[in-house]
Structures are given as C-alpha cells and as structure tokens.
C-alpha cells in the first residue's frame, strides 16, 4: 500500500511540474528543494572555484615562473615602443573577443554564472532569474558561441536546456552566400544537426554554422559549431548535417544570457 | 528519540547529497565517469533501512534528485522508490555488511536504478547512457564506502 502511495504521489507532483513547466515556471515542490539547496549549492560551487584556481596555481608554479621572468623582462624593454604596441594590440584583441557578445544590437548581456550541471539531462541552472529580466526562450551564451536556452525561471536563478538537448531546435544557417538555413537541433553530448530545408543546399565540411536570426529572442550570427559531416539521402531528399558544437559545459563557468 | 537521530541523520544526508549533487558532480568527473551522490546517499542510507523505510527514502531521493535537475519527477521518483524497495528487503535477508560489500551493493543499486529509469524514460542513445551508468556505478561504489562509515559510526547504536 505505502508503495503505491509513494509512487501515486510521485504522479501527481509530476502531472503538475509538467502543467507548471508548460506555463514556463517552477512547480512549488521543485522550486522549494531547490531553494533550500540552493544557497549551500553556490557556496560550496564558489569554495569549489577559489580550490580549484589554489591547485591551479600550485600545478602550474612552474609556468607562471617563467611567464613572470617573461613579464619581467617585457618590462625592462618597455622603452622599446614596437613592443608595447604589440602588446597593447593583444590585449585589445582580448577584450574585444570577451566583448562580441555584450555589444549585440538590441540586446542586452546579462552576467551569469552555472551554478549547477546535469549532464544526463542535458540541464544547467544559472544565478540570474526574473529579477534580472531573464525570461523562458532567451539564449544563453559562453564566450565560444551559443550554449543553451533559458527553460524556465525563478526571481533569483533560471534552468536552461544545452542545445545538444534532443529536445531543443532552433533555426541556424551555414555561414555561406547564400546562406542555407536548417532546423538544428542536438543529439545528446557533443553533437549537433542541422536538417537542411533545400536538399540541394551548398553546404561543405568545416563550414560555419551560425544562429539564423528567424527567431526574435536569438539574435543571428551567434556561433554554434562548426560542420563534421554532410549526410545526404536521395530517395527522401533529405540532407543533413552533423555539427561539433563550440561551446560546451566544461569551458563555460561564467555565460551571459540575453535579453 | 531513536527514530528521531534516524530521521535527522537520513535527512541531513540526503540534504548534503543533493548540495553536493548540484554543487560538484559534474567537476568531479574521472575517466568519463561522473559521481551520483543521490544514489550514494540511497545505498549507504538503504543498507540501514528496513523496505517501508527504504521507499520512504528513495521516494524522497527521486523527489530531490528530480527536481533538481528540472527532469521529470514521476520517472525518477518511481526508479528511486523501487530501488529503495529493493535495498530495504536484501537490508532485511542479513546481506554482509562490510566495506567492501557496500561498495558492490552502491554499485549495484546505481546499475539497478538507471536501469529502471531507462525503461520509464529510454534516453536518446542508450549506448552512451549505459556506458554513463557503469562508469557512475563504479564510481559511487567507490564513494559509498567512507559515507558509510561514517553513518555506520553516527547510526551504530541505534540501527543494529
């Protein structure tokens, strides 16, 4: 009896986060554990990161040794005016790739950082929710390219789907002109899709394949990945595309989401 | 009162495994294998239990784990609730109860528990999924060993 119960209970609380998740928020039970787990989840994320940059730090004593003899000596040439423009000129090139995506038009970059990862759902939770304008559908971006689409949203964090999630597609185009655009849409880690809609499409290998710009929330040419494989069937004029995804959860701490 | 340090021990294990689960899992992956401290905490905490106490707890733990990971709480909470089942009644038959026994007996209920998650949610590709789930079932065996230690010191005198 008490099995049938718990598991009767369990039909319920899953029949109304799916009604909860259709409106595009949290049902209550989710959203109370993960607001008790949450506060303990960030500061043991956060004592995991300073660890982490600690160990990095006694790993690689070796190389910044050597970068700091490096620097040392840059120093002493900084009379040397080619250099410093050299070297102004890369930290400008630095900034400006870290940049690209905060300076999209008509969209602002919010700040956001992956507070937790569950990589058997394709899954990410992030720091920032409707208190900070974050709403359902928005895309969330690492500094390599698209990352995942914001599912759904709580005042103070948000969940996103990866777009190698077999359940996210999006519009994206190979970066060609003319453009082909196609459905993309990924298939579990580490691959992408792209059903092209012209069978007859120009598409080669390692082409670009960028966000289309069809969707109002995403804007275009964010990049996705880059194109491994053409997959062609000519009995249901059909051609695809296998993707290799730029971004991905082990690169990407800190993500903006776009709003 | 003893039910009492039982409940509050269960609980706070079961808390510290889903902080935990939210917090470092996907950091502490080795060789492709990734921990599950949700299921670590449903086999250390299992062994302990009787079979109304185990669904009890994997109830809860599919509960947490479920909404965690935003998945679906009916797939998860109904492997869970099983397996906790099932770990209740070996608890039951006098299974050994060494270290190393435990480790096998995490490992096992990891296998066990994904597998009944497949069939109520198949995964895109099962190949992977089943790689995932015995690489995971090696290394929450592993981890399954020292959490129950520890709860055996801090359940001792009141579970047998």
Redesign the interface.
């Known amino acids: 009896m008490?099995?049938i119960g718990?598991?009767a209970?369990?039909?319920v609380?899953?029949?109304a986060?799916?009604r909860a998740r259709q409106d595009g928020r949290?049902d209550s039970?989710?959203r109370?554990?993960?607001r008790?787990?949450?506060p303990?989840?960030?500061l043991?994320?956060h004592m995991?990161n300073s660890t982490?940059n600690f160990f990095d730090g006694i790993s690689h004593a070796g190389a910044l040794k050597r970068e700091n003899a490096m620097l040392r000596a840059q120093a002493a040439a900084a009379a040397d005016y080619a250099q410093q423009v050299q070297l102004r000129q890369g930290e400008i090139d630095g900034l400006l790739k870290l940049d690209r995506f905060k300076s999209l038009p008509g969209k602002t970059a919010v700040p956001a950082e992956v507070?937790?990862?569950?990589?058997?759902?394709n899954?990410i939770?992030l720091d920032v929710g409707s208190n900070d304008g974050i709403q359902p559908g928005m895309p969330v971006i690492s500094g390599r390219g698209l990352l995942a689409l914001i599912?759904?949203v709580e005042p103070g964090h948000s969940?996103a789907l990866l777009i190698v999630s077999?359940v996210t597609q999006i519009w994206a185009v190979a970066a060609r002109n003319p453009p082909p655009a196609g459905l993309l849409r990924g298939?579990?880690?580490g691959s992408l899709y792209v059903d092209f809609l012209d069978p007859n499409a120009i598409v080669d290998i390692r082409d670009e394949i960028v966000t289309s710009g069809l969707s109002t929330r995403i804007p275009p040419n964010i990049p996705v990945g880059r194109v491994l494989r053409i997959e062609e069937n000519l009995d249901y004029g059909r051609k695809r595309a296998l993707v290799f995804p730029w971004a991905s959860?082990g690169a990407a701490r800190e993500v903006f989401v776009l709003k | 009162m003893r039910a009492l340090k039982v409940g509050v021990v269960f609980a706070v294990t079961l808390?510290v495994c889903?902080?935990?689960q939210?917090?470092?899992?996907?950091?502490l992956a080795i060789f492709g294998a990734?921990p599950d401290f949700m299921l670590v905490a449903l086999s250390a905490l299992g062994v302990f239990a009787n079979r109304?106490g185990g669904?009890?707890l994997g109830?809860f733990d599919?509960?947490?784990i479920?909404?965690?990971?935003?998945?679906?709480?009916?797939?998860?909470?109904?492997s869970r609730?099983v397996t906790g089942?099932l770990l209740g009644w070996t608890s039951g038959n006098e299974l050994p109860r060494s270290l190393p026994a435990v480790g096998v007996i995490a490992a096992v209920t990891t296998v066990f528990a994904q597998l009944v998650l497949m069939f109520l949610a198949p995964?895109?590709?099962i190949g992977?999924?089943l790689a995932?789930t015995i690489r995971g079932a090696v290394y929450n065996g592993v981890l399954a060993i020292p959490v129950y230690a520890l709860l055996k010191k801090l359940l001792a005198p009141v579970v047998r």
């Open positions: 008490l099995f718990l598991i209970i369990g039909y609380l899953g029949a986060q799916t949290v039970v989710s109370l554990i993960q008790l787990a949450e303990p989840a960030v043991v994320t995991a982490s507070t937790g990862a569950f990589l058997y759902d899954r939770t599912q759904t969940e077999p298939e579990g880690p959860l | 808390f889903a902080v935990l939210q917090a470092l899992a996907y950091r990734r109304a669904m009890a109830f599919g509960l947490i479920g909404a965690l990971s935003g998945a679906n709480l009916q797939h998860y909470v109904a609730t089942l995964p895109h590709s992977s999924f995932d």
